[in-house]
């Protein structure tokens, strides 16, 4: 089982079990993290929800592309599906804590974007470098959550230029509660999930439930935000992206001829 859930009390601890794969999310590990979140929903003695990849490289090295290559595949429909469960992430009443030692890029900065605090290992780095490997596009309220935590100039140079941002440019920019030396992260969470339980929890719920109102007023995706997500996923682009990443070799986008 790749998402192994240890409940000790009012936390709950989520350990993203594929270190072989850098922890990148399949399909199925997508499914048992919303069974999870669904759980959560309605648990009144859950408090604190941390989540953390296994190995010590990595948070989450985004998706398996594997996933999307077989001939039953729809990367929509499969969009669809993580968008709800990161909606449902969101919605937690549980304070979600994301620990990050490693690479946090695609998929598993999208999940860290909807935990409600970030804590990172120095070394550890975040992105979306889609552009230059997959050649697909992010749901735009995965973008906009993106943009509320980074800011959107730091947003900007992750998408556009395909950039990588060091823990330390990201705890700068307040995407980060604190930047931790590896040796230190356990000590940290620790410390950040003994404040919270200290904390009072009607406080924290009716807070979580202010900021979520915000969200949806600011964040709100484009009423042709599925129209969008299906021509890339269709595209000529994503295919050759998928392609190459499964043939380990280089995409050659906007080029004729390579399907």
């Known amino acids: 089982m790749s998402v192994r859930v240890d409940r000790d009390g009012a936390v709950v601890r989520v350990l993203f079990d594929r270190p072989e794969r850098h922890n990148a999310f399949t399909t199925q590990m997508y499914a048992d993290l919303a069974d999870l979140v669904g759980?959560?929903?309605?648990?009144?003695?859950?408090?604190?929800?941390?989540?953390?990849g296994a190995g010590g490289r990595a948070f989450a090295a985004g998706n398996e592309i594997r996933d999307f290559a077989g001939p039953d595949a729809d990367p929509t429909a499969h969009e669809a599906g993580?968008?709800?469960?990161?909606?449902?992430?969101?919605?937690?009443?549980?304070?979600?804590?994301?620990?990050?030692?490693g690479v946090c890029v695609?998929?598993?900065?999208?999940?860290?974007?909807?935990?409600?605090?970030?804590?990172?290992?120095?070394?550890?780095?975040?992105?979306?470098?889609?552009?230059?490997?997959?050649?697909?596009?992010?749901?735009?309220?995965?973008?906009?959550?993106?943009?509320?935590?980074?800011?959107?100039?730091?947003?900007?140079?992750?998408?556009?230029?395909?950039?990588?941002?060091?823990?330390?440019?990201?705890?700068?920019?307040?995407?980060l509660l604190d930047v931790v030396d590896p040796a230190g992260l356990d000590a940290a969470v620790d410390?950040?999930?003994?404040?919270?339980?200290?904390?009072?929890?009607?406080?924290?719920?009716?807070?979580?439930?202010?900021?979520?109102?915000?969200?949806?007023?600011?964040?709100?995706?484009?009423?042709?935000?599925?129209?969008?997500?299906?021509?890339?996923?269709?595209?000529d682009d994503f295919a050759e992206g998928v392609r190459a990443f499964l043939a380990n070799e280089k995409p050659r986008f906007g080029t004729a001829g390579y399907r």
């Open 39 to 52: 759980e959560l929903r309605d648990d009144t003695t859950a408090r604190v929800v941390v989540l953390r």
């Open 82 to 101: 993580i968008r709800a469960l990161l909606r449902g992430l969101l919605e937690l009443p549980q304070v979600t804590v994301a620990a990050i030692e």
């Open 106 to 175: 695609g998929g598993g900065l999208a999940v860290a974007t909807h935990c409600d605090l970030r804590v990172a290992t120095t070394g550890s780095r975040f992105g979306y470098p889609i552009a230059r490997t997959l050649g697909n596009v992010l749901p735009a309220a995965v973008l906009y959550r993106c943009a509320a935590v980074f800011g959107e100039s730091v947003t900007r140079q992750m998408l556009l230029a395909s950039r990588l941002v060091d823990a330390e440019r990201a705890h700068a920019v307040g995407a």
């Open 191 to 235: 410390d950040l999930v003994a404040g919270v339980l200290a904390a009072s929890p009607a406080t924290l719920r009716a807070t979580k439930e202010q900021l979520l109102a915000r969200v949806d007023t600011l964040e709100g995706p484009p009423a042709d935000d599925e129209r969008r997500l299906a021509e890339v996923y269709g595209g």
